[in-house]
């Protein structure tokens, strides 16, 4: 079965810290596409990141980078310098090759940015 | 990506009553979502949109409950029927813009509603 964890419920900073949020997720396929989505208090789903479970480069987009690690089943997201704008949650999430379109969520982590 | 707009973007109903939910694109899209998001939890795949035929259903959802339409390539609808409290939640329109499996779902703004 596919499962996406985020073992981090909430998380809280002070402005300009950096910060990593995890994701595990666990599937028996090999090829499966991740995910990383950032929902503000807004509430819409704002894209961030998709990665190919074929290319383990870690990328790097101003202040935020993604560790994609097959070997431990993760894909972090650090955040560096944080603003307060980063505020939101954070959902990553997993995609099949096969089977139904269907993206699996991680339960999201709640970021906290203090000033 | 695509621009992609819901109505309503938020209402409160009672109990009993129905509410359709409105998902635009503005370019035509190979497939269309609908997910639901209850308070505080993460994002659940109501149904996939089919264009021209029926939904196709996740389990736990049926056709009775959330009836969806999706008359062309850009426009769907999802109706939640005979609504209780526990149908209180965001629902969320998502489109995938290609047919390339590996595609980015893009989400829509969201319609959040609270049932009485």
């Known amino acids: 079965a596919q499962k996406v964890t985020q073992a981090q419920t909430e998380i809280s900073v002070v402005e300009k810290e950096d910060v990593t949020l995890d994701c595990v997720y666990e599937?028996?396929?090999?090829?499966?596409?991740l995910f990383w989505y950032k929902q503000p208090p807004s509430g819409e789903l704002v894209f961030l990141i998709r990665?190919?479970?074929?290319?383990?480069q870690n990328e790097i987009s101003g202040r935020y980078s993604w560790n994609f690690q097959k070997s431990t089943s993760s894909f972090n997201f650090t955040i560096t310098a944080s603003q307060v704008v980063d505020s939101a949650v954070y959902f990553c999430?997993?995609?099949?090759?096969?089977?139904?379109?269907?993206?699996?969520f991680g339960t999201g982590t709640r970021l906290t940015v203090i000033p | 990506s695509a621009v992609i707009s819901q109505k309503p973007s938020r209402d409160i109903c009672q109990r009993g009553t129905s509410l359709t939910i409105q998902c635009q694109v503005d370019s035509q899209v190979t497939m269309m979502f609908w997910y639901r998001q209850q308070p505080g939890q993460s994002l659940t795949l109501i149904a996939t949109?089919?264009?021209?035929?029926?939904?196709?259903?996740e389990s736990g959802f049926v056709i009775d409950k959330f009836p969806i339409s999706r008359p062309n390539l850009t426009f769907s609808t999802l109706t939640v029927s005979n609504m209780s409290p526990e149908d209180s939640s965001i629902y969320l329109c998502s489109v995938v813009t290609s047919s390339e499996i590996s595609d980015t779902q893009y989400f829509g703004p969201g319609t959040r509603l609270t049932v009485l």
């Open positions: 999430a997993l995609r099949l090759q096969t089977g139904a379109n269907n993206l699996f």
């Open positions: 949109a089919n264009q021209g035929s029926e939904a196709t259903y």
């Open positions: 990665r190919n479970s074929f290319d383990e």
């Open positions: 599937t028996r396929d090999t090829t499966y596409y």
